[in-house]
């Protein structure tokens, strides 16, 4: 399934499940859980039909021997789960009437009646009694809807069928939603920098569970086995934590949750044990005791944020209550990724001694400014914080890298915005540079130039098709006058055909010549499929890349005004010879030929824009980094030393303070620049005389005005 496939199915579900809204008259919260238990299991069925032959197969096999397992037994331990019969769904799809929620409920019980204690009462059963209640069709027509998924839809598309929903429903709960979701693009990054393919992934904040979602991809992505980690997650509201287990399940994810309140419980004996820690924890809270945590090490040993001068059993503010827990739960080899407000950064009394002490530490690896409306449900601006306990034996001890990512971003639409992956990507290369990790970046920018090349080889085949859909319709115009000259039209019809001077402009049509871009550049000493991992080959390959962009965009920008110029010949055409009536019309295949027109100069549009977009990807780093090597980039990065961040800054973690702003280039000459101020301190002395002369005539108005009274 293609990526655009799985986006309209993805609509279309969400379009189905939403539709209880208008007609079922449910809010979000009332048919998420449901919902998300009807995509599990749809996961089920497909993922159970693909290893069904294998589990009868070694239930066979093993029957009636000392290994002898009954049929459930092998199914667990074959696919992770056993599907009775009545949770099958076909079963479900087919049952008569209109009565599926004590169906559901069964098949649920029947799936968890097998599976591990951590496992049991995750999936809903009571909850779509209610549904049913408020109108006995939606549960069919909702299982009819997501039997569209494929049957050989994969986990990976469940797990973003299940994400994507997850995003929604977030985004439909309004603040609410922001207590079980985070955004994909977000947890992707935090992935990218923190890298966790191998050990104990914690988060005491976990909601729904997207970090370790995101955690599995990263590990498939790079080639690794899922069994390399092990997940721990808490969440203290239960609904949610059914939420993550589903999750789990859905990903095929090791790991346990649990119901559980950070502040006052471990249920994991979480201190100094997990390898990496990411976590995005509620902001701001203010209702801590400190009672609750001022015996637990795991919160004590920065320090506590308590406001000095007062008695009372309260924590001022309970950020740093979790930043010292992200820093106490690692282990001596442990990264941590997390999300803070930028209020955070800066805190000053106690919070400002925590931080102190962190920093003093030498975990501080990477703090991240992050744009506005990141979050689907607070406009709150956040930053990323890294933690790196290695860092300490590497030359970057006593280095801290700042990253201003503000003006780095997609707009989604006007209120949300987020990282492309390409926006992560190019991130996370600042990061691996600063590392030292120059190979990774040169493989990324490499990747980049393979998808520019296969984009640019699209883009000759589109044209030719574009310029013959142009040309057939430029002759059958001319044939269809040639034919027609000699029918009768009404004056009108004529009058109008000889002002917009049709025929002759039919005639005369000439394809406009595009200009050549007159840069030249000397050959490549490889194709550019071939490039090596080189810096000074990657940037010869680059500014070849770049040309072609150019070059494309001379010549559509041609192609684009020919095929304009026709579209209104045809608008002319249309009004003015009744083409629709017209069989000779029809007999040149000049039937709906502007759409056509249209739909062939956007595929050829497309081809060119995806070109241009890898290549300004490429650009972006190759500008910024033109050595494949770290360097301070103003407005954007700065490695920060112990001088700067200690004695300079006095412990500030805000990226803005680091970076500086960079000012753009007017590309302008000091000569053209003095022309342009006496041009404009001309101006400004005009309106300043005109100014007066208007202050002037007021006055005398208003003196006439008093003058008659």
């Known amino acids: 399934m293609t990526n655009e496939q799985l986006k309209q199915l993805e609509a279309k579900l969400w379009d189905s499940a939403n539709a209880m809204r208008a007609h079922g008259g449910l809010k979000a919260s009332d048919y998420a859980v449901p919902v998300l238990g009807l ?47 009545n949770a099958r769904y076909d079963h479900l799809l087919k049952l008569p009437g209109n009565k599926r929620a004590e169906a559901l409920r069964d098949a649920m019980k029947g799936i968890e009646k097998y599976q591990d204690a951590k496992f049991q009462n995750v999936l809903p059963t009571e909850a779509y009694f209610d549904i049913e209640k408020k109108k006995d069709d939606i549960l069919p027509e909702l299982l009819k809807s997501f039997s569209d998924i494929p049957k050989d839809a994969s986990g990976d598309i469940f797990g973003k069928i299940y994400e994507y929903f997850l995003g929604k429903f977030a985004m439909s709960e309004g603040q609410k939603g922001g207590e079980f979701f985070t955004p994909t693009s977000v947890v992707r990054f935090i992935v990218e920098v923190i890298e966790p393919y191998k050990g104990k992934i914690y988060d005491p904040a976990c909601g729904s569970g997207g970090m370790f979602v995101q955690s599995a991809d990263f590990i498939a992505h790079e080639g690794h086995d899922l069994n390399d980690i092990y997940v721990y997650g808490q969440e203290y509201m239960g609904e949610t934590v059914r939420l993550a287990k589903m999750n789990l399940l859905v990903h095929n994810l090791r790991g346990e949750i649990t119901e559980a309140n950070s502040y006052d419980s471990d249920p994991y004996d979480g201190l100094g044990k997990f390898d990496f820690v990411m976590a995005n924890p509620p902001f701001n809270v203010k209702s801590v005791k400190e009672s609750t945590v001022k015996n637990d090490e795991r919160f004590y040993k920065y320090g506590l944020p308590k406001n000095k001068g007062k008695k009372d059993d309260k924590i001022s503010d309970a950020n740093y209550l979790w930043i010292s827990l992200f820093a106490t739960s690692l282990n001596n080899n442990g990264r941590a990724g997390f999300v803070m407000p930028n209020s955070a950064s800066d805190a000053r009394n106690s919070e400002y001694d925590i931080r102190k002490n962190i920093v003093d530490s030498g975990i501080v690896d990477c703090m991240v400014s992050m744009p506005t409306n990141m979050f689907l449900t607070v406009t709150l601006p956040a930053t990323l914080w890294f933690f790196d306990k290695q860092k300490v034996n590497t030359d970057r001890k006593d280095k801290i890298l700042f990253l201003d990512a503000r003006n780095v971003y997609n707009q989604i639409d006007r209120a949300h915005r987020e990282w492309t992956q390409e926006n992560q990507q190019n991130l996370a290369a600042i990061v691996r540079l600063y590392r030292g990790e120059t190979n990774r ?27 013959l859909q142009i040309e057939k319709v430029v002759k059958s115009l001319k ?12 004056p009108a019809k004529v009058k109008a055909l000889k002002e917009t001077d049709f025929f002759n402009l039919v005639q005369g049509f000439k394809k406009t010549k595009s200009k050549e871009n007159e840069k030249v550049l000397s050959n490549l000493a490889h194709p550019i499929e071939n490039t090596p991992l080189d810096n000074e080959a990657q940037l010869q390959v ?9 070059q494309n965009k001379l010549e559509s920008d041609a192609l684009k005004q020919d095929v304009n110029t026709l579209l209104e010949l045809y608008k002319i055409a249309d009004k003015n010879l ?34 241009a977009y890898w290549v300004t990807n490429i650009n972006w780093l190759q500008s910024r980094f033109p050595e494949a090597k770290y360097e301070d980039v103003v407005g954007l990065c700065k490695m920060a030393d112990k001088t700067e961040y200690v004695e300079e800054q006095d412990y500030s973690l805000n990226a803005g303070r680091y970076v500086g702003v960079e000012i753009e280039d007017d590309n302008i000459t000091e000569l053209e620049f003095k022309k342009l101020m006496g ?31």
């Open 39 to 85: 995509i599990f299991l749809k996961f089920a069925e497909n993922k159970y039909s693909q290893h069904e032959a294998k589990i009868l197969k070694d239930y066979q096999k093993e029957k009636g021997t000392r290994m002898e397992r009954t049929i459930q037994e092998v199914a667990l331990a074959t696919c992770g789960f056993y599907l009775p019969e």
């Open 441 to 467: 970046y040169l493989e990324l920018i490499d990747t980049y130039i393979k998808a520019a090349d296969q984009a640019e080889n699209k883009i000759a085949p589109a044209k030719e098709t574009l310029v």
């Open 578 to 611: 009744k083409l629709s009536s017209d069989k000779v019309w029809s007999n040149y295949d000049l039937v709906k030929a502007d759409k056509n027109l249209e739909e062939t100069l956007q595929l050829y549009i497309e081809a060119t824009e995806l070109t």
């Open 542 to 550: 680059a500014e070849h890349l770049q040309w072609n962009v150019a």
């Open 679 to 709: 041009e404009k301190a001309k101006l400004f002395e005009t309106l300043v005389i005109k100014s007066k002369n208007a202050e002037n005539q007021i006055s005398n108005y208003l003196k006439s005005i008093a003058h008659e009274q």
């Open 479 to 490: 044939k269809h006058i040639e034919e027609t000259k000699d029918s009768k039209r009404t």
